[in-house]
DNA sequence: ACAACAATCCGAAACGTTTTGGATCATAAC
DNA sequence: GTTATGATCCAAAACGTTTCGGATTGTTGT
């Protein structure tokens, strides 16, 4: 492997100024400079990362903190839509990314900001780790530059990104209204989750706004599982067969009340409408295909990253970032005749 | 940042001493190591992974080079679920994972070569590039070490990890057959992917096997992608409407020749049957649910990150590792009458 | 002729580790 | 009493880079 120090004897000049000319000081003839990336070129030269991050105490390298990069949360191609987003920036802007994961069978025994120290990098992306994960508070006090996507937590070194989920609930809650449904339900995620609290807040307000009576018990948590959500739609149909349609807080959990309505015998949409959120692919291909709150994954990944790398590089306005959601109507709701 | 310089001074001996406790040797007096253990621990110690891969000449880091880490990729999660194995043996071992990818916007100016250098990646594992990319080459040709996903390349350096992907072909085709079916199609991926040439192999051989004539012009190429499959199966049948089934050699090419078959009226399984290869999350929530070959995925990233480790600390037997592919039967291959 | 200045170069220190090749000392063997 | 042995420690070099503070020229202005 070759070094600028063998660049250096074969140009006949000192280590110092291979340096300086590969990272284009002024201070170098124009003609040694050339010599110098003709050597270098010819030697086949890649500079050692190591040994810069090492002296410049920074490594171009940013964390990716996610939680559940398991087999089953394929299903749910939020993570990887995320980490594309992020190394969509980070490689335009030539930084690298490694992965974290706090899934391993045998659970990691080094903390979060061990890694990232450990693995100096640069700063850290959060991504689907829940409100109450003890390693939150862990990197967010640490002084390591981070941003949480979809936890609203800002300081000197943090920042988020996010969509606005109230009005995003809202806007699926109000297209059920508008489709004449009158008696909804919720199927929430779980108690640490912000998204929860913010797509049931905007549920609660949907409802207030028509007029409608906010029924406590008609909302169950389905804690973002399929299975879950189904047998908590069973239960709730049974319960209360008057209800005409379901606001789901995930486009997962939306497809297990499909299934639990259907297990009664009944028919989506037109005994009863699900809406979902998130617009995950399973969303367009299902029978009937999901109507649901779209976020732009790719994007908040890409966004993280960027406001990231702009904290690091001290060229950031500001610490926040919210996107934008669309309502997307498909077959699971439909007009209610009568 | 405290370092190991900071431990000695509090503990009043070297940084050689230091370093040694810490790692374990035996020329350190228990007493010792425990006090400087103590000290680490209550000052915080992280060691600096660069210093010490500078000075060891390893990083402990494999890099994952995909290609096709898009948005679009998310509906075929084959790339992520070989990730997510990857990522899990790799936190095992407590080594790291960065990501390299190809599809940035900009093209990305460096080879793979050099940013394997760069990064002072150990190994490296490929996943999805085809074997036309002039970049496969060059990794191989390097000398860093390097595992590839369904490439049969073999050397020194570089080992593979596949399915027995004939064998994979047969099984469906066998299937098919078994059904009733005597007049199958074949919707292929490219020319230039190790796992087309196998499967379109297992496909004729199964073909002859039952004595069934081997139509040439039955063979179409789909690219891997829904929408080219589905124009593909389109013509297909409109020009030989005694095709009964259809072997496609990905699961996302089978959705667009179910398309295609209601598009003309033709009801799947009945009028036509379809199976698939991977068996992603699609196949099972499509309608009808798609019949397939299912790979393990998971295992892929898992056994490839397995096998390129030992490579490094040598210890591998072998530098190949061939997994098992199973047949999944569901909605769209059905018993043929008459 | 001399000072001032710009252009171009370089030596050496620094970053935080690991490792080599001893040094020191006490104990055991002769 | 001397020597060998083992236990415990350490100084210094090395890894490949960046950068600080100057050194060496040649040119310009007076």
Redesign the pocket.
């Known amino acids: 492997?070759?070094?600028?120090?063998?660049?250096?004897k074969a140009a006949?000049?000192?280590?110092?100024?291979?340096?300086?000319?590969?990272?284009g000081?002024?201070?170098?003839?124009?003609?040694?400079?050339q010599k110098i990336m003709d050597i270098a070129k010819q030697l086949n030269?890649?500079?050692?990362t190591?040994?810069?991050g090492?002296?410049?105490?920074k490594s171009k390298t940013i964390g990716l903190l996610v939680s559940g990069l398991t087999r089953e949360s394929a299903k749910d191609n939020f993570t990887f839509e995320v980490l594309a987003g992020v190394n969509e920036y980070v490689s335009e802007v030539d930084y690298d990314m490694v992965l974290f994961s706090t899934t391993s069978t045998k659970q990691r025994e080094k903390t979060y900001t061990q890694l990232c120290r450990e693995r100096r990098v640069d700063g850290a992306i959060l991504q689907g780790i829940r409100t109450d994960d003890p390693y939150l508070h862990e990197v967010v006090e640490s002084e390591i530059p981070c941003v949480l996507i979809d936890i609203p937590i800002e300081s000197k070194t943090v920042g988020y990104v996010t969509t606005d989920n109230v009005l995003g609930a809202k806007k699926a809650v109000r297209h059920l209204i508008e489709l004449g449904h009158k008696r909804i339900a919720m199927i929430n995620g779980y108690e640490y989750a912000f998204v929860s609290e913010q797509r049931v807040k905007g549920f609660k307000e949907a409802l207030i706004e028509a007029g409608l009576p906010v029924r406590e018990y008609w909302i169950a948590n389905g804690a973002f599982r399929e299975e879950i959500a189904e047998r908590e739609a069973l239960r709730l149909l049974q319960q209360y067969p008057e209800i005409t349609a379901f606001f789901c807080a995930s486009d997962l959990m939306a497809l297990g009340v499909i299934k639990a309505v259907k297990q009664l015998g009944k028919r989506v949409p037109d005994d009863v409408a699900v809406i979902g959120y998130d617009d995950i692919i399973l969303a367009s291909y299902s029978s009937p295909a999901l109507s649901t709150i779209a976020q732009d994954k790719f994007a908040m990944g890409y966004e993280a990253a960027k406001l990231l790398i702009d904290m690091l590089e001290g060229n950031a306005q500001s610490h926040v970032k919210i996107l934008e959601t669309e309502l997307k109507i498909r077959g699971s709701t439909v007009k209610k005749d009568g």
């Open positions: 492997m070759t070094t600028i120090k063998d660049i250096a006949g000049v000192s280590i110092t100024t291979v340096s300086r000319a590969l990272n000081y002024s201070d170098v003839n124009e003609k040694t400079r030269y890649s500079p050692n190591l040994a810069r090492l002296v410049m105490n």
